[in-house]
């Protein structure tokens, strides 16, 4: 059983726009462009929506004295995924992820980080996922022995996206749809992905990540929500949107489609197409 709750909840966290300048390149190829991010052990892992056969699905983000560097990492199955848009840890672990395909194939891949490598423990899939719907964020939160997932459409412009959520059983590789909402954004305004990414922290907050992509070209624009909150009470799980949802943070030149939420911030990752991929974090103050 499910609950939806509309409330309006004031947000403790100031509204900032994020200074522009301070992006750190991970490539300037297309197919470098970020649309997930995690960081695991750390390291920081990243996946791209490549579809051609020579492409990257994977890969590592390193720390130099001279800037970050990026090694394309293999990927551990003999079938390429297509268009993957999320990437998550799954809580509990320090090795185990899943990445998620716009169609809602979900990737268990473990990371040896001695070996620098990923190991293929199979895949999930989501059910009743058709077109249109288009999944670009997906997270996992820990309920006591059970895990809650949550996975987003990402809409377009005045069609509103939507967030799923359910119980994923990793022992029978199910998952369990409960229910879902519509969410839209007021920002950006034009050429909109209402979910972009999204993450779920340790108290339930839901973050998504907005997006403006009039083509590869750009120019883009994207925005960080606190959309809601999940809370759980005689084993049913419930979703708090907050109606009044300003951004938290806005990028007036970039297109976010990874987030990965640290402590007291957010790393973001961009897909800027033409332009590649770049990273940052955030802060709240």
Not at 26 to 36: F, P, T, Y
Not at 94 to 106: L, N, P, R, V
Not at 154 to 182: A, M, Q
């Amino acid at each position: 059983m499910s609950k939806l709750i509309f409330i309006i909840l004031p947000i403790l966290l100031c509204n900032l726009s994020a200074q522009d300048n301070d992006w750190q390149l991970v490539g300037e190829e297309h197919s470098v462009a970020i649309s997930g991010i995690i960081t695991i052990d750390g390291q920081t892992i990243v996946v791209h929506d490549n579809k051609r056969e020579y492409e990257g699905r994977i890969g590592i983000i390193i720390e130099s004295r001279e800037g970050l560097k990026y090694r394309i990492l293999e990927w551990p199955d003999k079938t390429l995924p297509f268009d993957l848009e999320a990437l998550t840890l799954i809580p509990g672990s320090a090795t185990d992820m899943i990445a998620m395909e716009s169609q809602g194939k979900c990737h268990w891949l473990v990371f040896d980080q001695a070996k620098m490598r990923l190991a293929y423990n199979g895949f999930i899939q989501i059910p009743g996922i058709k077109w249109p719907t288009n999944l670009e964020g997906f997270g996992l939160m820990k309920v006591g022995d059970k895990f809650l997932a949550a996975w987003g459409h990402r809409g377009k412009s005045k069609y509103p996206g939507k967030l799923f959520w359910g119980w994923l059983d990793f022992n029978f590789r199910t998952v369990k749809p409960v229910d879902s909402i519509e969410i839209s954004v007021e920002w950006p305004t034009e050429h909109v992905r209402h979910i972009s990414d999204l993450k779920i922290a340790e108290n339930g907050d839901c973050w998504a990540s907005a997006s403006s992509d009039p083509g590869d070209g750009g120019p883009f624009s994207s925005a960080i929500y606190r959309i809601g909150k999940f809370k759980f009470e005689n084993n049913q799980v419930s979703f708090t949107r907050i109606v009044n949802s300003s951004p938290v943070f806005r990028f007036k030149t970039r297109k976010v489609e990874g987030i990965e939420l640290v402590e007291n911030g957010i790393i973001v990752a961009t897909d800027d197409e033409n332009f590649g991929g770049y990273i940052k974090t955030v802060y709240f103050k």
